[in-house]
Structures are given as C-alpha cells and as structure tokens.
C-alpha cells in the first residue's frame, strides 16, 4: 500500500508529513512500512489509540490529536521504531501572553 495521504507518521523512522506539525484536533495516520504488524503505544495523551492496533504491515491506521494538547514535541513507541524522533503538533492552546 502506498503512503496515505498527510498528514501521517512513518511507524519506522519517524517521519512526519507535514513536517511542521498536526493541528490540534486533526485526524492523522500512523503508517506501517514493514511487512509484520507493528504496535503503537502513544505516551501521555496528546492523541488518541490508533485504530486498528497493531497496524499491519503496508497499512494504515487513524488516530485523532487530543484538542487539549499544547504545540510541542510529542512521543510514541512501538518494537518496530528505532528512531526516537518525536512527532511535532501545533497546539490548540498556545501559552498564554504578557500585555
């Protein structure tokens, strides 16, 4: 199966289409390269289970951020993940600012 279509997450490397980040509230993928099934376990909250879980191998699975998460660098892992590159969201709620 090809790449979904962004915004997603590459389970094996890491990489993440846009690189700039997924809005709070945006459905994403997790996309499975390998041929064997691959968990994802998110750490924290900042999005929901994939679904399905595992992932099979050349798929695709769906996942929403949490609109509560706040912009910065997120975390998941998975046996099939050697990288530790952290998946980027840009936040629903921004800190807020001095007037």
Known sequence: MPLP??????????FQNPTTGFAAGSQFSWYNE????????????????????????????????????????YYYTSPCYQANQPVRVIGGHPMPTKK
């Open 34 to 73: 390998g041929g064997n099934a691959c968990t994802v376990t998110i750490q924290g909250n900042w999005c929901t289970a994939p679904s399905p879980n595992p992932i099979p191998g050349g798929q695709s699975a769906t996942s929403t951020v949490q609109l509560s998460t706040t912009t910065g660098s």
């Open 5 to 14: 279509n962004p915004p997603y997450v590459v389970i094996q490397s890491g």
